[in-house]
């Protein structure tokens, strides 16, 4: 039996319409697109030309070696790495922008950008409850004076990440976003300010709107699946093949 090709098709309607839902609910605050994972199977380069034509500020991506591909693609806009904070050569070099969360990958930005005479933008990371990868909320107003202190990197961003917001139950996202607003608050008055602040995926994008701050980084809602609310989300991806015989 010859097998007939399955193949996936990509609906770049249905992802401007996605966005166009996460505006509805974000007004007029920046959009981080999230595009790791190849856009969560759906083709990183084409995805990301589309967001960017449709306005985006800014894409996220796991790995810099994803961040380099999207630029070898010719894509010019920010693009933060949100896990790969030791390559910092090469962040300079594609002009991507790291996401760090301790000193000695601060020192080591700095030392490189400084090579350079180069300021390096950056965006801090706190661990606010997740438990992945983030400055600790006790140290971080320490730490991030320190790193604010070091000449050629600049933090330009500070985020966190929820662990459960689509969840019903919002105790624990919201006792993350009360975590994260106590640090900025105590940052500002050390007179140290963020040109974005960002802390909501999708399930926070649709349902927290007081975790929308000036940014947002939805993921998977771009890509048609919604956690806990009837927005009308449409699948960007369709799988499509031929029928090969029909039984009755
Ligand atoms: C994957 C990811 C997102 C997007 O999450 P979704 O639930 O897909 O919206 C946002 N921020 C970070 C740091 C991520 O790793």
């Known amino acids: 039996m010859k097998l007939q090709k399955v193949f996936a098709e990509i609906n770049l309607k249905a992802l401007s319409h996605n966005l166009q839902i996460v505006r509805k609910k974000t007004g007029n ?3 981080l697109a999230v595009v790791k ?4 199977g759906h083709g990183s380069v084409a995805v990301s030309k589309h967001l960017i034509e449709n306005g985006v500020s800014m894409l ?11 630029r070898e693609s010719g894509i010019r806009s920010p693009i933060l790495i949100f896990f790969d904070r030791d390559n910092a050569d090469a962040c300079i ?14 020192k080591k930005i700095h030392t ?30 320490h730490d991030i004076l320190k790193i604010s202190r070091l000449g050629n990197i600049k933090p330009e961003g500070i985020m966190s990440h929820f662990s459960d917001a689509d969840l019903q139950d919002k105790d624990f ?4 976003q009360d975590i994260f607003n106590t640090l900025i608050a105590a940052l500002k008055k050390d007179g140290i300010t963020f040109r974005f602040i960002h802390m909501a995926n999708s399930a926070a994008v649709l349902t927290m ?8 980084r939805p993921g998977i809602m771009l890509y048609g699946y919604g956690c806990c609310e009837k927005e009308k ?16």
Do not use: C
Request: glycine share 6%; charged share 20%; no cysteine.
């Open 29 to 31: 605050k920046h959009i």
């Open 37 to 40: 994972a190849d856009a969560y």
């Open 60 to 70: 996220g991506v796991a790995f810099t070696r994803e961040g380099i591909a999207l």
């Open 93 to 106: 070099e594609y002009n991507l922008t790291p996401v760090i969360y301790d000193l000695p990958s601060a």
């Open 112 to 141: 490189a950008a400084k090579k350079l005479n180069m300021v390096m933008p950056v965006h801090i990371k706190v661990d606010t409850g997740m438990g992945r990868v983030g400055m600790v909320p006790d140290r971080a107003v």
């Open 173 to 176: 996202a919201n006792t993350q």
């Open 209 to 216: 709107p007081d975790a929308h701050f000036n940014m947002v």
């Open 233 to 248: 989300l449409r699948p960007v991806m369709t799988l499509k093949s031929k029928i090969q015989r029909v039984r009755l």
